[in-house]
């Protein structure tokens, strides 16, 4: 009985969701180009399962296994292709060479980091330069002229992190120490950095300025820190402490932007631009307003796919047509993982993905259970439980990872998601009102300030936090364990003769 329910909850999943098996050979294909290397070529291979895939439209099952493979080739050439990018023989003897700063400087203990573009191969670096007055000024898009030892990079791993992997993920191909007499600033040209290089650096250059603006008129500190990081995106100012806090608590996905940052200001941009004649249009620069935010932010990860889902949103929306669902988040994950297959390892690509999975999965059936009847009469009640059903299922998609990467378990995520996401929400509006008001900074400020004090209170509560290891294979086996508990759950759901939405599919 349950071998047949799960067939047929499968079957009904890729016919409602047919990218979803596109998305599984993609990355079957990506962690195959990872792990093994072969002395053959694929492309051939390729043009075989494509030309194969062509002559069997007449044999249905045959044609997709002849997709899957092709997709699975697919993924193995682009993550080749990824590899060779990434691959970059650096010269232990120091050479001159002129790059652009395109972070905001973060102060160590004998440095100060900023990330490099190098103007001529338009590759990204990590540089240290040594502590001074001049380094502690540095700012993005300033040009300079520097003569240092590039490195590969190096290997360095807490837990099951490895910042070698981060570093390669986000483009990084090597490091380097610059000594304070070895520098200067000097006028850079950037004619051979991509014009994706270029765009990104000049909303960067924006948003330094505005973060510059938020400094000199409220101050620094801790409010200042999480109203960058939730605003603008910029987390070089959080301390150890407060990170620490708001992972304790279950509120650091606050910290990093992602759908629901994204979400919110969608909300807002429709309230205030849609109308019903000009409707084409008003979508229109909503959709170019969101990406032009997601450059203002630095295109982290989960920014990136909350955008590209928000786009197809909005542009399904124009025909009436089922929005938000697991074919849309399946689409997302193709077009980012073809752009950069190594997103596929990134923890914030796993998480954010996790997050939205489970709650397309998991969201209706908390809604089918709870008593609409009452719900609809008392729409705080709903909102109150809507807002927990979805923190629910997004810990469950999130938790093991979480534990895996992390060593670490919240257990006052639901307390903790009551107050930071009306927080953030009000952050938000605020921060879009302080363009226009310039007073109310000192409300977003204490808001802020605020935010921390409570989380900060919640942090001290006995069991806040649980360490726990779980290995990869203890961590598959728990998602196994939550799908089996889904299908059960979903199985009792059809036998009590309940109507199960299919709304998140």
């Not at 001159?96 to 400087?105: D, F």
Request: with cysteine.
């Amino acid at each position: 009985m349950c071998t047949f329910a799960l067939e047929t909850i499968i079957s009904q999943t890729m016919k409602s969701a047919p990218l979803l098996y596109i998305v599984i050979c993609l990355v079957a294909g990506i962690v195959a180009g990872e792990y093994f290397r072969i002395s053959f070529p694929l492309f051939p291979l390729l043009l075989a399962s494509v030309a194969a895939s062509l002559f069997l439209w007449h044999r249905p099952y045959a044609q997709s296994a002849a997709v899957g493979v092709c997709v699975f080739v697919l993924g193995w050439l682009v993550m080749e292709r990824q590899q060779r990018a990434l691959q970059v023989e650096w010269s232990n003897a120091e050479v001159s060479y002129e790059a652009v700063v395109i972070s905001e400087p973060v102060e160590k203990k004998k440095t100060i980091g900023v990330d490099l573009l190098l103007a001529k191969s338009g590759r990204k670096i990590k540089s240290y330069f040594n502590k001074d007055e001049r380094s502690r000024h540095l700012r993005i898009g300033d040009g300079l002229k520097i003569q240092s030892a590039i490195k590969a990079n190096r290997e360095w791993r807490q837990g099951n992190f490895s910042y070698k992997r981060y570093l390669e993920i986000h483009g990084f191909t090597g490091s380097t120490y610059v000594a304070g007499w070895k520098w200067q600033h000097a006028q850079v040209s950037l004619r051979d950095v991509s014009r994706l290089e270029r765009t990104r650096l000049f909303f960067l250059k924006l948003r330094s300025r505005l973060l510059s603006r938020l400094r000199d008129e409220g101050g620094g500190g801790d409010s200042f820190a999480v109203v960058a990081a939730m605003g603008l995106g910029d987390k070089s100012s959080l301390s150890k402490e407060l990170r620490d806090v708001y992972a304790v608590t279950g509120g650091a996905h606050v910290l990093a932007l992602s759908g629901l940052h994204l979400g919110i200001i969608y909300m807002l941009l429709s309230w205030l631009i849609v109308g019903r004649r000009w409707r084409n249009v008003s979508l229109l620069v909503i959709i170019l307003s969101i990406w032009a935010f997601v450059f203002l932010v630095g295109l982290s990860t989960s920014v990136v796919r909350s955008a590209i889902m928000l786009s197809v949103y909005a542009l399904m929306s124009l025909g009436h047509r089922d929005k938000m669902s697991v074919n849309t988040l399946a689409f997302t994950a193709i077009v980012m993982l073809l752009v950069n297959p190594l997103s596929l390892f990134d923890i914030g690509f796993q998480m954010s993905f996790a997050a939205v999975g489970f709650i397309l999965l998991l969201l209706p059936l908390f809604e089918e259970m709870a008593p609409m009847q009452i719900l609809l009469v008392h729409p705080v009640l709903k909102w109150l439980m809507t807002m927990m059903a979805v923190s629910c299922a997004a810990q469950l998609g999130t938790a093991p990872l979480i534990a895996y990467y992390f060593g670490r378990f919240t257990t006052y995520f639901l307390l903790t998601n009551l107050v930071v996401i009306p927080a953030v929400t009000l952050i938000l509006y605020l921060s879009v009102a302080v363009l226009l008001v310039p007073s109310l900074l000192h409300l977003l400020l204490y808001i802020a300030g605020l935010l921390n004090q409570i989380l900060g209170k919640i942090a001290t509560f006995p069991g806040a936090s649980v360490e726990i290891h779980p290995s990869l294979l203890q961590t598959l086996l728990v998602y196994v364990v939550i799908l089996a508990g889904y299908l059960l759950i979903r199985k009792i759901t059809q036998v009590a003769g309940w109507s199960t939405s299919r709304r998140g599919w």
